[in-house]
């Protein structure tokens, strides 16, 4: 009898340890975000490691929005990318290694958001398909040069039909695949990880939102343990 | 058909989240994402125009809504005013985005700068 108590209470013990939350808050995950707090963000041409050319073009038209809606002066694309251009530089991975307090002289941001798009793709099964979006996210601080806030999210678009009939389904499925824009689901990513991002001046949470348990540690190279 | 009062009464609840959010918004943005888009990724004079049409519209109607207008939408008019030689035009929607946001300001005089020197050559 109290070998069985014994081994309840242990397997009570395993199964707490195995509810324990991944979520942290941002400001345990991100204090950098609120000991130095940047205002403008300049976003540079995104880092392309998925197979699709188009990927960075067509994903630059969704990341001002998410950016300043958190509260961020967000430095205006096409001036950015004007600027970057004369000096010959059209893929943000020319940027990585270039000292950061740079942008800081140059353009007086005080962060760099470097967005790396990891996948962007559609795939085909027999009865199913899917597009999947990618991406990880770097904020760099242009005064430490420290990164500031990290974060990775995949979202993966089901287009399967399921109408029940086989024939029906493949085809229907092949049809939305081909049709689904990577953009609303470019969207979907955007929103994911820029809600862990604590909030910037011009937010009225800007400064109160530390306690929020919106991080989820596994998916950020900051909180992995 | 309590049922259906269930289901009514629910999407209606629904649809009041869906503007709460909405209202939530820092800035007003029209349709700012979807003319963007199809100006990148279909470049023509008609994708341009509408695009340019839809960032006047947002200046025009973003006190109405009581939103701000979002950063860049000046510049991003800037932009092309200077791409159509419209230089006085440029330069005075280059100094309304400095006006209403000052963290832009560097950029902005380095726009404004290349843009008189353009106009001298």
């Given amino acids: ?225 | 058909m309590k049922a259906i009062k269930i289901i009514t009464s629910s999407v209606f609840a629904l649809i009041l989240t869906a503007c709460a959010a909405n209202n939530n918004s820092i800035y007003y943005w029209g349709s700012y994402s979807v003319t963007a888009y199809k100006l990148k990724s279909e470049p023509t004079a008609e994708t341009r125009a509408k695009h340019k049409a839809e960032l006047q519209n947002i200046i025009a109607q973003a006190d109405a809504k009581n939103k701000r207008i979002p950063p860049g939408i000046y510049a991003e008019l800037a932009m092309l005013e200077a791409e159509d030689n419209n230089v006085s035009a440029a330069l005075q929607y280059f100094e309304q985005e400095k006006q209403l946001f000052p963290e832009s300001s560097k950029i902005i005089e380095l726009m404004q700068s290349s843009l008189r020197k353009e106009v001298k050559q």
């Fill in chain 1, 1 to 225: 009898m109290k070998q069985l108590l014994k081994l309840l209470l242990a397997s009570q013990i395993v199964l707490l340890v195995g509810c324990v939350s991944p979520m942290v808050t941002k400001q345990e995950a991100f204090p950098k975000m609120y000991s130095e707090p940047p205002l403008s963000i300049l976003v540079v041409p995104a880092i392309n490691h998925s197979t699709a050319a188009d990927a960075p073009d067509l994903y630059s038209t969704t990341i001002a929005h998410p950016i300043a809606e958190a509260g961020y002066y967000v430095m205006p694309l096409p001036l950015t990318n004007f600027l970057l251009n004369q000096e010959g530089i059209t893929d943000g991975a020319q940027l990585r290694e270039v000292d950061a307090t740079k942008f800081k002289q140059l353009f007086d941001a005080d962060a760099v958001l470097f967005v790396t798009i990891n996948q962007w793709d559609t795939n085909y099964y027999v009865t199913g398909g899917n597009v999947t979006v990618g991406a990880e996210f770097d904020l760099v601080s242009t005064k430490t040069s420290e990164v500031l806030w990290n974060y990775h999210s995949v979202i993966v678009h089901n287009t399967s039909g399921n109408s029940g009939n086989l024939i029906a389904d493949i085809i229907s499925t092949a049809i939305t695949t081909a049709l689904t824009d990577y953009v609303p689901i470019a969207r979907i990513v955007n929103a994911t990880v820029v809600g862990t991002m604590p909030v910037g001046k011009y937010h009225k949470a800007h400064g109160k939102d530390g306690a929020m348990q919106s991080v989820n540690k596994h998916q950020s190279s900051q909180t992995k343990g």
